[in-house]
C-alpha cells in the first residue's frame, strides 16, 4: 500500500476530528464566544468538518473513508479486505491527533470550564439515556445510513468535488435527525481515539473518561457499517 494514502486517511480523520470535535468544545466550554450557540450549530460543524477531511483525504490519493465503519462495510460489500487494518490503524491515530489538537487550541477554556462532563463531551460521545443496547441500535442505524448513503452518492456520476459536499449534507442529516440519542459517534475512531485522549491529556478537572461506555460507539457503528456491506452486497443496486 502506498504510504501517501495513509496519510490521506491520517490527516483526513485528524482534520474530521479537530473540526468536528472543535465544534463540540466552541458550544460547550465557558467563555468560549460560541457557548450555548446548540445543537444546530454543533451539527453543521460535523457536517463541515466531514467535507473537509474527506478534501484532506483525497488530496493525498487516499478513498477518504476516514472511519473503520466505512472501511469495514466496503471491504464487505466487495470482498477486498487487503486495507482494513491498516486503515483502522491510521483512523484511529488520525483522531487520537486531532483530539491533542483540540485541547491545544482550547487551552485557557478547560480550566474556567467546571463541568467534567462538558469537557469530555468535547472528546467522545455520550448517550441522553444510558440504555446500552438501545444505544448500540441506535449507533448501528445511524451508520447503516451512513454507509449506505455513501456508497448510493458515489454510485452514480459525481460532478467533480461535490462528493465530499454530498457526504457532509448526509452527515448533518443523520446528525439533526439520529443524533440526539447517543451524540451519534457513528465511527469507532472518531470516539474512542478522542476518549483516549482525554484520559491521557493533562485536562483540569476533567474526571472519568467513561470506558465503561466506550465499547457501544465502537461496537454499534461497526455492526452498522458491515449490515451495510452485507446489504449492498447482498442487493447490488448500487
Known sequence: MEVNILLGEFFGTMTLVLLGN?????????????????????ASGWAFAVFAGVFVAL???????????????????SGDFSNMLPF?????????????LVFLHFGPHWK????????????????AIRKSGWNIVSEAIGTFVLVLGVAA????DV???????????????????????????????????????HFLLPIPGKGESDFAYSWVPVVGPLIGGAAAGLFIMILPVL
Do not use: C
Not at 483502522?88 to 491533542?100: S, Y
Not at 474556567?112 to 448517550?127: C, I, M, N, Q, R
Open 59 to 77: 488530496a493525498f490519493g487516499a478513498p477518504a473513508h476516514l472511519n473503520p465503519a466505512v472501511t469495514l462495510g466496503f471491504a464487505i460489500s
Open 88 to 100: 483502522f490503524g491510521v483512523q484511529f491515530l488520525g483522531a487520537f491527533a486531532g483530539a491533542i
Open 22 to 42: 472543535g465544534v463540540v468544545a466552541n458550544a460547550l466550554l465557558t467563555d468560549s464566544k460560541a457557548n450555548g450557540s446548540g445543537w444546530m450549530v454543533i
Open 153 to 156: 452518492i458515489f454510485s452514480g
Open 159 to 197: 460532478a467533480a468535488g461535490m462528493g465530499p459536499f454530498l457526504v457532509g449534507g448526509l452527515v448533518w442529516g443523520i446528525g439533526l435527525s439520529l443524533g440526539g440519542t447517543t451524540g451519534y459517534a457513528i465511527n469507532p475512531a472518531r470516539d474512542l481515539g478522542p476518549r483516549i485522549a
Open 112 to 127: 474556567v470550564t467546571e463541568d467534567a462532563g462538558l469537557k469530555l463531551a468535547a472528546f467522545s460521545t455520550g448517550p
